[in-house]
């Protein structure tokens, strides 16, 4: 598979006259409360805008507790702290995508960072594996199960603001992500130096990046970032900054709201560039259907003039290929582009 945007690291960052197109930030308080009544309104129709123009936005009134915030950077913070041998009995495997890592390929170069993924208790129902959690004490994994649940709260909101600005009954996705969801927290840890060991960097390419540029595979990321920056989205020829804002998060699309919006809503391109003044971190949620759920372009985004885009996609199976992607020997990562009509 052709990947279209081989080159596009070769643009240049947002200049002084592009510099004022910023990702919108946007009061959700009344989202939070009820995405569905009038005084949510304008709120809705500036995320539907923000989906359509940047596929990202940052959120403020979100809801989530600065506490909690603060409780779940201390315990990010502590968790890479650790020795490295601590780490490395959390590696994740391909059996079992939960866990430690800190060798991924994205388009198959390597980044420079390390992270830990979890996703929600029990045994998830692609992978039929269970969280890998430290052996670290003092609230490690309660705060992060925490956070995660805060995030689903948030992310359930937003769904409805994303369904209500597609013209559809605000609890449309309801049904696919509130009881069984496969949403995951990665914590993410950019060094400046290197993580892997010394012989290991020798015989690997080397990480220009702190993550090469993808979108994110499921319905839609919330993001925390530290005040470090480096993130940045892909708009019309620019990479431009999504400049730290103390309290807020960041939203963004992934490739499956693009398929249920029919392309109305776009899954926008990102990376994080590789630190080398200051270490950063960074904290997503990515919220994703279950495990059955089958995408496709919605009712209110289809007819007669602008037929579906894309043929239907069961999310368990495009889930589990596009993380063989990040093996560099089980071939390139899934995109939506090849179930395109
Ligand atoms: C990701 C990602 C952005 C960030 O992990 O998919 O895009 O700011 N992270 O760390
Ligand atoms: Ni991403």
Redo the contacts with the bound molecule.
């Keep these: 598979m052709q990947d279209l945007h081989d080159d596009l690291d070769k643009y240049p960052v947002a200049d002084s006259a592009e510099i004022a197109n910023q990702v919108p930030i946007i009061d959700v308080s009344a989202v939070v409360k009820d995405a569905a009544s009038q005084h949510a309104r304008d709120a809705v129709d500036a995320i539907a805008a923000a989906c359509q123009d940047w596929g990202f936005f940052q959120v403020i009134n979100h809801g989530v507790q600065e506490e909690l915030l603060n409780r779940t950077w201390v315990q990010a913070r502590r968790f890479f702290a650790q020795p490295a041998a601590g780490k490395k009995t959390l590696l994740r495997t391909r059996a079992n995508p939960w866990g430690y890592y800190n060798n991924e390929l994205?388009k198959n170069q390597r980044d420079k960072?390390e992270?830990f993924d979890f996703t929600t208790d029990g045994r998830d129902p692609i992978y039929d594996a269970e969280n890998r959690w430290p052996a670290i004490a003092n609230g490690f994994s309660q705060t992060m199960r925490e956070y995660r649940d805060a995030c689903t709260e948030l992310g359930l909101a937003l769904l409805e603001a994303f369904c209500v600005g597609l013209e559809l009954p605000a609890d449309s996705m309801r049904a696919d992500f509130a009881t069984n969801h496969t949403g995951f927290v990665?914590l993410?840890h950019?060094p400046v130096d290197d993580p892997l060991d010394a012989q290991d960097v020798k015989k690997l390419p080397a990480a220009g990046l702190?993550?090469h540029h993808?979108s994110?595979a499921g319905a839609l990321?919330v993001?925390l970032?530290d005040d470090v920056g480096?993130?940045q989205v892909f708009k019309d020829g620019f990479w431009h900054n999504?400049v730290p804002l103390a309290g807020a998060l960041?939203i963004?699309t992934g490739d499956m709201m693009q398929v249920w919006s029919n392309d109305t809503y776009q899954a926008a391109v990102?990376?994080?560039l590789a630190m080398n003044q200051v270490d950063?971190y960074?904290?997503?949620f990515?919220f994703n259907p279950s495990a059955a759920t089958i995408v496709k372009p919605l009712p209110s985004v289809v007819s007669a003039e602008r037929p579906p885009r894309y043929a239907p996609i069961q999310w368990s199976e495009f889930r589990a290929k596009r993380t063989d992607g990040d093996y560099a020997d089980y071939g390139t990562e899934v995109q939506i582009a090849q179930y395109r009509l």
């Design positions: 994205t960072k992270v990665r993410n950019y702190g993550v993808h994110d990321t993001l970032q480096g993130l999504v960041v963004n990102h990376r994080v950063r960074s904290i997503p990515f």
